[in-house]
Structures are given as C-alpha cells and as structure tokens.
C-alpha cells in the first residue's frame, strides 16, 4: 500500500504534470492507488496524494454492498459545472481527523482518458461531483485549506493541529 502525503506537505500545493498515455507504469500506480483509496476508506485519491506529481486520480462514490470498482482518470479536466454552489463537509485522507465545510457547485461534468489512452466524459452531481472537483483540485495543488472560504480555513486549520495531536489517520474525518 503507498503511503499518503499529509498536510502541510508542500508538495501537496504542486501542479501536477501531464501523463504520457504510453506510460505503462500507470496501471500499476493507478492500482496501487485504487488499493490505498480503499484501505483508507476513501471515495477518491489523486496521486500527488501518494507523493506522485502526475495527473491521475481513481473515484469510487458507490461502494455499496461491499462492491469496489474505481474508475482511473488519466489527465482529467472540468470541462462544466453548474448550479448554485452549495455547501458541504469534505473530509480528505492528506487532512485527516477533520471535515471542512467547502461550497463547489452541485453537477460536474470531466473529460479524461482511461488506461488505454481512450478519452471519456463523466457527468455527476452529488458525491461524485463533488469529489471529481475535490480530487482535480489536488492535482492543481490546491487543498482542502485552500478549497474553503478564509474564516472556515482558520478554523479548519485549528482543527487539524488538534487531529493530529491525537494521532489522526487517514480515513478519519471529524
């Protein structure tokens, strides 16, 4: 299993660079990936978060019944959203112990390409909008800090300390 970046990691704050389709090391990251994601009892992971600057991340939002089937995003990009932004707890495995309160809008709409190098678009609203913008943040370097309005980041931050003082893990939210 990889081991998760925690914040305040710099690195979490890079852009992440483009992947060569070609590259064949993907699949195996991805699947790495997709294995650390579940141990950790999350619905998505962005490599920077196992340390990897590349733009790739694997989402699972419907694990029902014990059911694990990630879909792998090589080089995602939003490409729409709508709606009315609303606001919501995220927890994140690179900021664990805490949920910040974080307003994205409500429906995404993301072009990418899969292990094949064969381009897709995935539409979601609900958790998996959501957690395709939070994920595609990652690989812009931008955290859960940054996601979030300035008085919900002075909180959260205060929050995080405490979290880690308890030992917090990833997969724990708050």
């Known amino acids: 299993m990889l081991k998760v970046v925690l914040s305040p990691d710099p690195f979490l704050n890079q852009v992440s660079e483009e992947c060569d389709l070609s590259d064949k090391s993907l ?32 989402v699972d939002c419907d694990q029902e019944d014990g059911k694990k089937d990630p879909i792998v995003m090589v080089n995602p990009r939003i490409m729409e959203l709508k709606g009315d932004p609303v606001t919501e707890g995220e927890g994140c495995l690179s900021c664990p112990g805490i949920t910040v309160p974080v307003a994205r809008q409500p429906w995404a709409r993301v072009r990418y390409f899969d292990l094949d190098g064969e381009e897709w678009e995935i539409e979601g609203d609900g958790l998996l909008g959501r957690c395709l913008q939070h994920e595609i943040d990652h690989l812009d370097g931008k955290t859960l800090f940054e996601a979030c309005d300035p008085i919900a980041r002075i909180e959260a931050l205060k929050d995080y300390e405490e979290a880690k003082k308890r030992g917090a893990k990833p997969g724990e939210v708050g």
Do not use: F
Not at 31 to 40: C, E, R, S, V
């Open 27 to 58: 699949k195996r990251l991805a699947t790495q990936m997709a294995h650390t994601m579940y141990k950790n009892h999350g619905c998505g992971l962005a490599a920077p978060q196992v340390g990897v600057g590349k733009r790739l991340i694997v």
